[in-house]
């Protein structure tokens, strides 16, 4: 299956993969052939791109971590919670505690709940594939809080984190951005640079979210730091308090009370947002490639995120996830097409791949090869169909913006 851009579907065309409702129900099948008014819905619930069965590789399911139906229930969880903010806010900030209506603290009960099964799913899962969901417009913020949760837990299960702690952390991460309530969605949307007035109206969100979640008065203060923290940077030029991270995991007697410090869930939120972030499609910019988001990821490492979290995130989550289409470099497959169907947990970055197409274009007997074995064979991701054409251009990535 393939990766096709919305404004390239057909009909006949049929989905790779099932598409989910907001309450987790099946919405779309996948083997269902589309037609003219499927594919209009899909335009109209934002959706950017959707799978699509070609006959090559229908057998290899893009990877995910967590369960759709996880995915989509947290999401309108999440909103149902942004939208009670909205209600009872003045630009995102909550005039009193008490102002909070009472079924708050059922959909607050709903989100500890997505947490734990987004918990019980990352434990079971032993290996992990990598992450090829498809994220649509419209939810962006609400998607986007999901899969920083994901990422983050999963990376705080990598350091050994007690659960407890990841309960506290995956509800941060949910939380993250719920201070963007208080940002004007044309200013979060916006195509192109900001304005200076802009730019200090998106850095006021960490501080909303916090108010906001401090306001909840919940069972633990973790949440509400996170948010506060999450776009803070290692060298302190990170936002809204510049404080400093000593690009450590492990804190050692001497660093604990040292004021101005980034708190370690924040700085795992930080690493979950920013990849979250970069491999999401947004209004001002299309979804990196893979190899792209880990470049990136790489370059951030030390002056803006904490270097050790982030060689512990290249410890879990493959650059190439397991049904990404890829394009071959380098003898002797150099300029074939394939598809990744395996990742061995112990060298993540060399995963087995299914030859599809030699250089010429003509399809080849579906071998596979283990790229343990060819290492001066690197690989590159196919773009998905529209990507030459209709896409807006790639731009640096706007930190500020995640
Ligand atoms: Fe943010
Ligand atoms: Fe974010």
Redesign the pocket.
Known sequence: MRRVHVSHLRPAMALGKPLYDRNGRVLLAAGVPLNARFIEALQARGYTSVYVRDGLADDVAPADLISEEVRMVASSHLEALFTIVTKVSEHGEPRKPSSWPGETWRVIESLYRDVEDILDEVFASEAFDGMAAVKSHDSYTYEHSVETTVVGVMLGKRLGLQREDLRQLGLGCLL??I??RGVPTEVLNKPGPLTSQELAQVKE??RIGFELIKSLDLDSPVPQHIAWQ??EKQDGTGYPRGLHGTNRVVRSIADLGVPGRIMLLAELAAVA?VFSALASDRPFRPALPPEEVARTLRALAGSHLNREVVDAFFRVVPTFPMGLRVVLNGAPFDGWRGVVVAVHPSQLHRPVVRLLQDSAGREVPHAEIDLRRYPDVSLSSERIDSEAGSAPPRTVWDPLR?
Do not use: E, Q, S
Request: net charge negative.
């Open positions: 993250h951005d201070g963007k969100h960490p999450h776009h947002d995640a």
